[in-house]
Structure formats: C-alpha cells, structure tokens
C-alpha cells in the first residue's frame, strides 16, 4: 500500500528566508507525486506535480520540487517566503491511472515571522 | 477557470440524522471523488466514482455512506446515520481522463459538525 510522511508537523521561517518542506513516499511502482496547499478555511490548491520527465519540476507561486527515486523523497522548495505563504501543504502519492484514489501524507504547517 | 464548488459550506445535523452533502464537479471530468479531513488529522481518501458506480472505496467507506450522481452536475454524499465521529471536512474532487495520470481538483469542502 501507498505512503506518505511529512515529518515536519510545524515549521517557522522568517519572511524571505528559503524554505524546504520535506516529503517521503513508499510506492511500489512509479508515483504521481503532488504538493498541495491549504489555507486557513480553505479546499486544497495544487501547487505543482510529477509525473515522469525531468525531476525538478516548477509549480504556482514560485515553489518547485525534486524527486528522488533513490531516497523516495519529493521535497518542495521556495528560494523566498512571503508571509502569504503560511498554510499548511500536503505532499500525495496517487497510482498513474485515473480514478485512483491520493493519499495523503500528515501535513506541514508553515509559519512566516515578519 | 472552471473550479469544483460544494454546498453548503457548514452542516451541523444531530447524531442519528441524515445528512446530503452536494458537489458540482467541473463539467467536463469523468472521475469524482470524496475524502473527509477530521479536524488536526490527515486528508483520506472516501470513494472514487466513475460511470455511474463506485470504482474505489476505502474502509471508511461503509454500508452508512452512499454517493449518487443524481443528474448530469451534481454528485452527492450522503451520510445516513451520522455519528459523533462524522464531523469533519468533506472534500469533492474531479478529474478527467487524460493520459496515464489523475490530476485531482478539489472543492472548498464542507465542514460537518455532529452534535
């Protein structure tokens, strides 16, 4: 069966630092690998996706990620956070068909300081 | 951009009620889906629905939990004797068939509370 962890629960970074929010899955064919952000109150966004192809890949509001077969990681990265960046985000394995369903990994909350 | 609305965006019901919780997919998608979020806890997945029937469901997918895609828009869930345990935020999702893969757009959701 699919995982995912996210061992980060909480994580503060000041506004303009980087940010990387780690993500590791367990899978046994190749994964669909998807990060999505949800903000207070709000339904899930996508921010980005891999499917096959080159391993880092660009997504909305400045966030890329790298897929790592070798450490089943698909990490997500932000070279500078704006404090409207605080949500929480989920990192989600899905099989290749459709109609498959995603599972999700706990979330990371991401705090901003000004 | 076409988007995945639910209704209503709050239900508080009592222990034993029923409860339809509604979704309008976007138009052109074959697949939909429910997942539930418990408050502090991970999204999972409820059941996939495709050609008018169930493909995938999980375990707590149980013979309380019924989906139904009444007309040619909405998709339902209907919960026939909730429980404390129901409370929690209900998510609708879509896709369409494209390739190999399944971009899964989702709902606002809506938020459950069983008192």
């Known amino acids: 069966a699919q995982s995912v962890t996210q061992p980060d629960i909480h994580i503060t970074v000041s506004e303009g630092a980087s940010l990387e929010l780690r993500c590791n899955y367990s899978?046994?064919?190749?994964?669909?690998l998807f990060w999505y952000v949800q903000s207070p109150g709000q339904g899930l966004q996508l921010l980005l996706k891999?499917?096959?192809?080159?391993?880092l890949v660009q997504g909305i509001k400045g966030f890329e990620a790298e897929f790592k077969r070798s450490q089943s990681s698909f990490n997500l990265r932000k070279p500078s956070v704006h404090w409207s960046d605080a949500a929480e985000y989920f990192c989600?394995?899905?099989?290749?068909?459709?109609?498959?369903?995603?599972?999700f990994g706990g979330g990371t909350r991401l705090m901003v300081k000004p | 951009e076409p988007e995945v609305t639910q209704t209503p965006s709050h239900q508080v019901t009592q222990m034993g009620q029923e409860v339809i919780l509604r979704c309008v997919p976007i138009?052109?998608?074959?697949?939909f889906y429910w997942y539930r979020q418990i408050l502090g806890q991970k999204v999972e997945f409820l059941v996939s629905?495709?050609?008018?029937?169930?493909?995938?469901k999980s375990e707590i997918f149980d013979d309380q939990f019924s989906v139904e895609r009444p007309d040619g828009s909405n998709f339902t869930l209907k919960i026939r004797s909730t429980k404390l345990e129901d409370s929690a935020m209900y998510f609708c999702?879509?896709?369409?068939?494209?390739?190999?893969?399944?971009?899964?757009?989702f709902g606002p959701g809506t938020r459950l509370t069983v008192l």
């Open positions: 899978y046994g064919a190749t994964p669909y």
């Open positions: 891999y499917f096959s192809g080159d391993t």
């Open positions: 999702a879509s896709s369409v068939l494209r390739g190999n893969y399944n971009e899964q757009f």
């Open positions: 629905f495709y050609n008018n029937e169930i493909s995938e």
């Open positions: 989600a394995v899905g099989a290749g068909n459709a109609g498959n369903m995603l599972t």
């Open positions: 138009s052109n998608h074959l697949y």
